[in-house]
């Protein structure tokens, strides 16, 4: 294979490149170059100070790291592949106590008990009240005429999910959503005053106290997630009030934050491809989630540790090295997908990893984020048919979350896109 041709100094976890784009070329060529390739960095960049790491960009590669959690370690440095420099060490640390930050046996047991939250029956029993709530959320929106379609819309049916998972109050449930927004956005200057420890240790704590009044004034096990969680089984096996909180954090990031991005920027894909909004609208596939979950891939890259000396895709890794797997690059995969430029809501089958590939950190919510976005999409097309882009989206500065800030539309259809 040729050398791979990119820019000089290129670094695939620079926040400023994605505050303006997706390194879409720079994905292919490595494709197509070089699959595994060593992403050389400055001592002090990315808070790590190792000198570089492993860019994965092949979907068969992404997969067989995400399957070998006994040699590509989740807890030896962080799954999130760049820090800011001042916030790393602390940052890490904290995240330490996170499921998704763990390896077995401690992640095991912790994914056990938290599956009981993510049961089928625990997953339908939100399907009629959230598809009410899709449609009033659709229709308050509609109502306005236009506006910001994240925070109108995108925001507000993953968050009353996993609040009404949870039995958060009503009127808690825009905290929930400020707090993860500081978390994930420490490296935008948007939210950059913002201190993304404190954001993760008032969440944190509000969980706890939701907990202990639950241990007061339990609820039936079968109805009752947070009292399923909190309770022990009959192996014994409970959440301690601390790891109930932090499972709520980290639950608070990984679904909130992923499906409304995928909601922003499935309906982006749609506006971008018409024929395909007119077939989702005619059709109502089921197909439809998945691609939409493939095309934004929310979480562009987790990371692993190598735990030993070891071989990838025919290149040596030496155990402490970083490997970071590129879900954006994987779900584009020419040896994959068909077309994979091309938004298709029938693809079937569609074996992407924007759940975190497979294996032992597979997606847990992944079943919700599908109800969820299946539910909007409907609302969506039922009310506010002739959705019109009004200007060009706002990304978030990270390389870690594939965010969109804000996106102003007209839910009637009647203006069209202002392009600077």
């Known amino acids: 294979m040729a050398a791979p041709n990119l820019p000089p100094g290129f670094d695939f976890t620079d926040p400023d490149i994605y505050a303006h784009r997706l390194p879409v070329r720079e994905f292919a060529e490595l494709r197509a170059t070089e699959p595994i390739w060593w992403n050389r960095q400055a001592p002090d960049a990315g808070g790590f100070g190792d000198g570089g790491y492993w860019v994965v960009t092949k979907h068969r590669d992404v997969r067989d790291v995400s399957l070998r959690s006994d040699v590509f370690s989740s807890a030896s440095k962080s799954i999130v592949p760049r820090y800011r420099e001042d916030l790393a060490a602390g940052q890490i640390e904290a995240g330490r106590a996170s499921m998704i930050m763990m390896d077995d046996p401690q992640h095991s047991r912790l994914r056990k008990i938290v599956s009981r939250a993510f049961t089928p029956r625990a997953v339908e029993r939100l399907r009629a009240e959230l598809s009410e709530r899709a449609r009033r959320i659709v229709t308050e929106a509609a109502a ?6 994240v925070r109108q819309v995108a925001c507000e049916l993953p968050l009353q ?3 009404g998972l949870l039995g ?3 009127g808690d449930y825009h905290k929930l959503f400020d707090w993860t927004n500081n978390m994930i956005g420490s490296d935008d200057p948007e939210f950059a005053g913002n201190d993304a420890l404190t954001s993760a240790g008032e969440l944190m704590w509000y969980a706890m106290q939701l907990a202990a009044r639950k241990r007061e004034e339990p609820g039936p096990n079968d109805q009752d997630i947070v009292t399923a969680l909190i309770r022990a089984d009959a192996e014994g096996q409970h959440l301690s009030e601390a790891e109930f909180g932090m499972f709520v ?3 608070a990031v990984a679904g909130n934050e992923t499906t409304r991005n995928s909601i922003t920027q ?3 894909a749609f506006t971008d491809h018409p024929a395909q909004w007119e077939l989702f609208k005619a059709r109502r596939p089921k197909t439809a989630a998945d691609e939409i ?3 934004a891939t929310p979480i562009t890259a987790f990371q692993r540790t190598a735990l030993e000396d070891t071989e990838l895709g025919g290149v040596r890794i030496t155990k402490g090295q970083r490997v970071v797997l590129f879900y954006r690059s994987a779900n ?3 040896d994959v997908f068909d077309e994979p430029y091309s938004f298709d809501v029938l693809r079937s089958p569609n074996p992407h990893v924007g759940f975190g590939g497979t294996g032992a950190h597979y997606c847990i919510g992944a079943n919700l984020a599908r109800m969820t976005i299946d539910l909007m999409f409907n609302a969506l097309a039922d009310h506010v048919p002739d959705l019109t882009p009004l200007a060009e989206p706002e990304r978030l500065r990270s390389s870690f979350i594939n965010g969109i800030k804000h996106w102003q539309v007209d839910y009637r ?3 069209p896109l202002v392009t600077q």
């Open 266 to 268: 499935g309906m982006m």
């Open 413 to 415: 259809g009647a203006r």
């Open 332 to 334: 584009f995969d020419e």
């Open 168 to 170: 958060v109050p009503h």
């Open 144 to 149: 306005s005429g236009s506006g910001d379609f």
């Open 293 to 295: 979950i493939r095309w």
């Open 161 to 163: 999910a996993i609040c």
């Open 249 to 251: 954090v980290t639950l």
